[in-house]
């Protein structure tokens, strides 16, 4: 069994971080959140869905970025390429497309009747001969550059890119590659917005040392115990501008365990731990980059994307978690729980308790994470002090700041 002092003893350290307090205008001061949307989001590369959203050609999904005051349009065209496009009519820059997601192979803009088909270009103006040199060529959907990895789709909001995804995921990429993700077109969304900093909405679903103040009867049990009380992680790895942690699971909360919560969230059928069993292989648990030290008592992985998306991971479950600023006070946190297709009316109301209980989780977080940000506002405490759990709070943060004073992407990257 673990105790305490099997842990590492200083796990900042031992990746080469520093331990000092960290500033907390990082998270309140306006004019850092104008820099953050610059150096920050429109240089990076921005994860915005899985490729299973649109698998078949003129499929499609809007997604809002408020961050940057405009909508995309993603879809799959007809030659099967994936695409994005700012949602905005070449005519006078009317929004476009208002559902949220279908199949098309034009989209008109409800104003004038403006069409395009669904790999951007303009292909239908009405009383086009009422134009004096109109150029349809060059009047098409306004297109954002879009790479795919692992079934993930990235924007990049940069004109030019200065870095391809490959070179921003850098070792990211060569750790997470290659998973078998399960049930990855059966998502239960969660979403909502918060009177927060995007980063204090980002942190509190990247450490597990709140746990056993917050969650003491929904996450608890998992995840604290006599022998780690406070939930200090197994390891944690830093990926450039990219992290991850493995979380520690109490072995004695097998009845707790077999709760349908539980094995909905941590196995999905299969062990706890997603160990092997007689005849069985588990391809996430044996994957390299998931539960990397093969600690017995691992419960989940989390990955965090830089700078605004998590994937954790377990046994046989993956979920997702997305932070979009809104202003520098205000965020948009959305997640995607996937989960098998009930095909039973047992197993539908499975789903309903699993959906519902990690709703009740959710909620336990909410009003603490917006009375953070409040009480950063008042400016009683010009710096805040991170616990060995919170390594990624603090290397999120690190980044931050890097990318902020970094003239360029590649800069940031080095």
């Not at 499609?60 to 349009?73: D, G, H, M, P, Y």
């Not at 990429?173 to 239960?188: R, T």
Request: charged share 20%; aromatic share 12%; net charge neutral.
């Amino acid at each position: 069994m673990n105790h305490p002092k099997e842990l590492q003893p200083s796990l900042t350290r031992s990746v080469g971080m520093n331990t000092d307090p960290m500033p907390t205008s990082l998270y309140t001061d306006p004019a850092q959140f104008e820099t953050e949307r610059e150096r920050v989001f429109r240089r990076s590369w921005l994860m915005v869905g899985r490729i299973e959203r649109i698998p078949k050609a003129g499929d499609f999904f809007v997604k809002e970025l408020a961050i940057f005051k405009t909508s995309l349009i993603v879809a799959r065209s007809e030659d099967g390429r994936v695409r994005a496009f700012h949602n905005v009519c070449a005519h006078r820059a009317n929004i476009v497309e208002h559902r949220a997601c279908g199949n098309a192979k034009r989209f008109v803009c409800r104003y004038h009747s403006w069409g395009y088909n669904n790999a951007g270009d303009l292909a239908h103006v009405p009383d086009e001969a009422g134009f004096l040199g109109l150029d349809k060529k060059k009047c098409g959907l306004t297109q954002v550059t879009v790479e795919v990895w692992d079934g993930w789709i990235f924007i990049n909001m940069a004109q030019a890119p200065e870095v391809s995804l490959q070179e921003f995921l850098g070792p990211m990429a060569d750790a997470m590659a290659g998973i078998e993700y399960p049930n990855p077109d059966h998502p239960i969304v969660l979403r909502g917005e918060f009177n927060a900093n995007w980063k204090v909405v980002a942190e509190n679903f990247s450490e597990a040392y709140h746990i056993a103040s917050i969650h003491p009867k929904t996450l608890g049990p998992l995840y604290t115990g006599q022998a780690n009380p406070f939930s200090r992680p197994l390891s944690a790895n830093l990926y450039g501008a990219h992290r991850s942690l493995s979380l520690w699971l109490n072995p004695t909360a097998a009845p707790f365990a077999k709760s349908k919560f539980a094995q909905w969230l941590f196995s999905a059928g299969h062990s706890i731990t997603g160990t092997r069993q007689e005849g069985q292989v588990n391809t996430i648990t044996e994957h390299r980059g998931v539960n990397p030290t093969k600690n017995e008592h691992w419960s989940s992985d989390v990955n965090w994307f830089f700078p605004n998306w998590h994937m954790q991971i377990s046994a046989n479950q993956f979920w997702t978690h997305e932070f979009w600023p809104i202003s520098s006070t205000k965020t948009m946190w959305e997640a995607r729980f996937y989960n098998r297709k009930a095909t039973r009316v047992r197993e539908r109301l499975q789903l309903e308790h699993f959906t519902s209980h990690i709703t009740d989780t959710m909620l336990e977080d909410f009003g603490n994470i917006e009375s953070m940000q409040a009480g950063m506002e008042s400016g009683a405490k010009p710096f805040v002090h991170f616990n060995e759990s919170e390594i990624l709070c603090r290397h999120g943060l690190e980044q931050v700041a890097k990318w902020s004073a970094a003239e360029t992407a590649k800069d940031a990257l080095a």
